[in-house]
């Protein structure tokens, strides 16, 4: 059965393993090796992971990560981050959002979107975001099933490469 629930320390090994895994996946596709380079360019990946594993309470409106499981095996993380806006409302953001692809279609993504929500609305939130490469249908669809619209487009040319 699928299902969604906050991480726990135990499920770090597993967490770093699928991000490592959807990682590789994002490198080749247009805008994931650059999204890779900015991130990494803060904070390494599995630093950055092991950190918001380590921080994770479960408390209202609290920065956590959530883990997809399937029969309490862990194939999905996301990290989700609350941010209050110049305006004073809030907001939840979506990071590392990563299904195993071994694991999709069987419910994980939608259950950690469904936990991420609540955990929002919990806070007071006014709305939520993610982030999806330009040509991922795939990810573009699941987002735009939980309403999520596109609100900004981010352009990019490579100088690197000629005309």
Known sequence: MEAARLVESAD??????IGERIR?????NRGGAMLLAAEDGRTPWRDRLGSAV???VDEVGADVVIVGTFDDVVFGI?????RRLADG????ELDDFAV????????IGEAMMNLAIDRVRAAGGT???ARALPGDRETKNFFESFGLKARQLLVHRDLTVDD
């Open 100 to 107: 195993d692809a071994e694991a999709r279609e069987v419910g």
């Open 12 to 17: 770090l090994p597993a967490a770093l393993a």
């Open 127 to 129: 709305g939520i975001g």
């Open 24 to 28: 590789d996946e994002l490198a080749p």
């Open 54 to 56: 380590a921080d994770t």
């Open 78 to 82: 996301c990290v989700l981050r609350h």
């Open 89 to 92: 409302s809030l907001v939840g």
